[in-house]
């Protein structure tokens, strides 16, 4: 039987009745954690930029998500989409490989992440460790998907565990309070912000959380009331920080003020 004429995993097609589409709040994933028997490093986490519970299914993934949920250009991020089966059969019988299945029916094919930017582009991101890239089926199904992607005209990009650093991840997991202490719509006092960084330009050579934690004691104010000040400002992108370092190591001279948002914090949103 060839794999035109093979069922459909009939909890696949059950899923594709109400998961899978839609935009922002309203999309549901394909694959939720709840799916999996094993949770292993998946996690729920919130949307900043879609409002909603994102499922991610493996520590790669939440980097790989950070990076754009952050990134002022992205408008929508949906992850675990599904192709259609349609599309990869035929994609399949083109490039002589099998079709992904189990136990005789078909599986849908799945993107990890489906990036929309606010120019309107859109970018397909497929999300992998580097110790996967070794098994061949592995690869046959990554070309499934950028045959797909390419053949739509959307950009399709692999995302290994090498593209974001511990100390860029770490950065941007303890910006993520600050995304959601400030909406959209909360003006970031840019007057506080140029005082702020005034006041630790005179302490250029030492760590920048060090000096915020002496500043509240000098003005006798909340205790880590000047390091959430900071974080807000990365946060909103109006102070650049070495996203590449630690927050805890950063010096205080390698915080500027910026006058306008970031353009992209990735070389991935270029």
């Known amino acids: 039987m060839s794999d035109t004429d093979k069922p459909l995993?009939?909890?696949?097609?059950?899923?594709?009745?109400?998961?899978?589409?839609?935009?922002?709040?309203?999309?549901i994933p394909f694959i939720c954690i709840q799916d999996l028997s094993s949770s292993g490093e998946s996690i729920r986490i919130p949307g900043h930029k879609t409002g909603r519970a994102h499922h991610l299914l493996s520590g790669?993934?939440?980097?790989?998500?950070?990076?754009?949920?952050?990134?002022?250009?992205?408008?929508?991020?949906?992850?675990?989409?599904?192709?259609?089966?349609?599309?990869?059969?035929?994609?399949?019988?083109?490039?002589?490989?099998?079709?992904p299945q189990l136990r005789g029916k078909l599986k849908v094919v799945t993107t990890d992440l489906l990036i929309d930017f606010n120019s309107g582009r859109k970018m397909a991101l497929a999300v992998k460790p580097v110790s996967a890239?070794?098994?061949?089926?592995?690869?046959?199904?990554?070309?499934?998907?950028?045959?797909?992607?390419?053949?739509?005209?959307?950009?399709w990009k692999l995302f290994t565990d090498r593209e974001i650093s511990k100390p860029m991840k770490e950065n941007l997991?303890?910006?993520?309070?600050?995304?959601?202490?400030?909406?959209?719509?909360?003006?970031?006092?840019?007057?506080?912000?140029?005082?702020?960084?005034?006041?630790?330009s005179?302490?250029?050579?030492?760590?920048?959380?060090?000096?915020?934690?002496?500043?509240?004691?000098?003005?006798?104010?909340?205790p880590g009331s000047h390091l959430q000040t900071l974080r807000h400002g990365i946060a909103r992108h109006v102070i650049t920080a070495p996203m590449q370092t630690s927050y805890h190591d950063w010096k205080c001279s390698e915080l500027q003020q910026t006058s306008q948002a970031i353009t992209s914090v990735s070389s991935y949103a270029n």
């Open 9 to 27: 995993d009939p909890s696949d097609e059950k899923r594709l009745k109400t998961r899978g589409s839609g935009m922002g709040k309203d999309y």
């Open 60 to 99: 790669i993934e939440l980097g790989a998500f950070i990076i754009f949920d952050w990134n002022p250009q992205t408008r929508d991020i949906r992850e675990q989409f599904p192709i259609p089966v349609s599309d990869t059969l035929t994609i399949c019988q083109q490039l002589g490989i099998k079709h």
């Open 173 to 200: 997991l303890w910006l993520r309070p600050a995304l959601h202490d400030a909406p959209e719509q909360t003006v970031i006092d840019r007057e506080e912000v140029k005082s702020l960084l005034e006041c630790l």
């Open 202 to 222: 005179e302490y250029a050579g030492l760590t920048a959380t060090r000096i915020c934690a002496r500043l509240d004691d000098q003005y006798g104010v909340e």
């Open 133 to 155: 890239l070794s098994d061949e089926r592995t690869i046959e199904k990554l070309q499934i998907e950028k045959t797909y992607w390419e053949g739509c005209g959307v950009e």
